[in-house]
Each structure stands twice: as structure tokens, then as C-alpha cells.
């Protein structure tokens, strides 16, 4: 099994502030079959990123997803009042497994 | 529109069973792999089991293999999961995913609402 892990697990940043979350997979997922997903509460993950680069469709260009083999990051450049919320790496080179998750909440 | 629909959730018995839907309307369901992801009161996600677009492969995470069995009815667009001997760290809510073929990748694109399974005595 890929374990996956993520850090910070909580991140507290202002609006406008540049967010950088990392995630690291325990072996390589190969170059990118990595995946970035947004949850808020009580709401089902919204997919951001996939193939460790790649926006998904309808994702703001301010969020950016880099790496590959192990370590991967999600950059969310300036950070908006909608961002505040908790973030998932996923990994989809072996079975699946995701993160722990990093909580990126308002300072 | 893309809509998946889960049902099933309750409480359960430890030891007890139970089968978890989901009913999937505004896509092709056929042509796509599918998958159950839970998350704890909490916690994190957590990848349960996905299964082929025809049926034929069908994988799971450890600690569930040989208690839950995934499966799927093309002709009536549902997806189900059949839960035994379940365990207090089975409680969780449960969402079904379409995994979605992008190039090489196959990430969750859609999510259903997710159903609360939890099991107590």
C-alpha cells in the first residue's frame, strides 16, 4: 500500500497570502498520477488538480499543483475568503490512498 | 446533469450487515470505473473499493477485503457495496465516485452526497 502524507496538517494564513501544501507518497506514484481535492464541511471533495499539474475543469487558475515521484505541491497563489478549507492528496498509481488531509483555515 | 444518489445508510450491529446504492443518472455509467470512498466522523478520506466499468475487475483497500463486495447493475445505473461483518471503525459516511479516464489518470470527478453508515450496539 502507497501511504501518502501530507503537512502542514493545519495551515493558517490571511486572504490575499499564498498557501503551499505539501504531500509525499511513501514510494513514487510514477511521475504524477497524483490528485488534489477540496472538501468543505458537509460538502462532498471537488477535484482541483489531476495528473499532478493539470486543473481540473472550472478550477481557478490560482490554484497550481507541481512534482513528481514522491513529493508533489498544491500552491494556491493568493488565497480567497472560498479557499478556507481542508485539502487531499490522492494517489491513483497503485489502488488508491489519499492524505490526511491539510486544514487551511483564516488566521 | 451528473447526479449520484446514495442510500442504504443506518445503524448496524457490530457483526451485522448491510448494502449501500448509489443511483447514478446523467452519464454514461457503463463506460466508467466507479468507487466507494468513506470518511469517519472527522476524519479523512478514505478509498474503499472501485470496480470496472464491465464488472470484471474489482479491487479493495486491506482492511475491508473479504467483508465487502462492490458491485454494479449497468442496466439500472446503480452501484452498490454489501457490507459484512462490520466493525465500530466501519462508521463512517460513505460516498460513491466516478472515476473519470484522463489520459493515464483516473481521478474522482463527481461525488455523491455520501450515506451514514454507523455501527453501534
Known amino acids: 500500500e502507497i501511504l501518502m502524507t501530507q503537512s502542514p496538517a493545519t495551515l493558517s494564513l490571511s486572504p490575499g497570502e499564498r498557501a503551499t501544501l505539501s504531500c509525499r507518497a511513501s514510494?513514487?506514484?510514477?511521475?504524477?498520477?497524483l490528485s488534489w481535492y477540496q472538501q468543505k464541511p458537509g460538502q462532498a471533495p471537488r477535484l482541483l488538480i489531476y495528473?499532478?499539474?493539470t486543473r481540473a475543469t472550472g478550477i481557478p487558475a490560482r490554484f497550481s499543483g507541481s512534482g513528481s515521484g514522491t513529493d508533489f505541491t498544491l500552491t494556491i497563489s493568493s488565497l480567497q475568503p472560498e479557499d478556507f478549507a481542508v485539502y487531499y492528496c490522492?494517489?491513483?498509481?497503485?489502488?488508491?490512498?489519499f492524505g490526511q488531509g491539510t486544514k487551511v483555515e483564516i488566521k | 446533469e451528473v447526479q449520484l444518489v446514495e442510500s442504504g445508510g443506518g445503524l448496524v450491529q457490530p457483526g451485522g450487515s448491510l448494502r449501500l446504492s448509489c443511483a447514478v443518472s446523467?452519464?454514461?455509467?457503463?463506460?466508467?470505473?466507479m468507487s466507494w470512498v468513506r470518511q469517519a466522523p472527522g476524519k479523512g478520506l478514505e478509498w474503499v473499493a472501485n470496480?470496472?466499468?464491465?464488472?470484471?475487475?474489482?479491487y479493495y483497500v486491506d482492511s475491508v477485503k473479504g467483508r465487502f463486495t462492490i458491485s454494479r447493475d449497468n442496466a439500472k445505473n446503480s452501484l452498490y457495496l454489501v457490507m459484512n461483518s462490520l466493525r465500530a471503525e466501519d462508521t463512517a459516511v460513505y460516498y460513491c465516485?466516478?472515476?473519470?479516464?484522463?489520459?493515464?489518470?483516473?481521478?474522482?470527478?463527481?461525488w455523491g452526497q455520501g450515506t451514514l453508515l454507523t455501527v453501534s450496539s
Open positions: 514510494q513514487s506514484v510514477s511521475s504524477s498520477y
Open positions: 490522492q494517489q491513483d498509481y497503485n489502488l488508491r490512498t
Open positions: 465516485a466516478r472515476e473519470v479516464r484522463l489520459g493515464p489518470f483516473r481521478p474522482f470527478d463527481y
Open positions: 470496480i470496472k466499468e464491465d464488472g470484471s475487475d474489482k
Open positions: 495528473g499532478a499539474s
Open positions: 446523467g452519464f454514461t455509467f457503463r463506460t466508467y470505473w
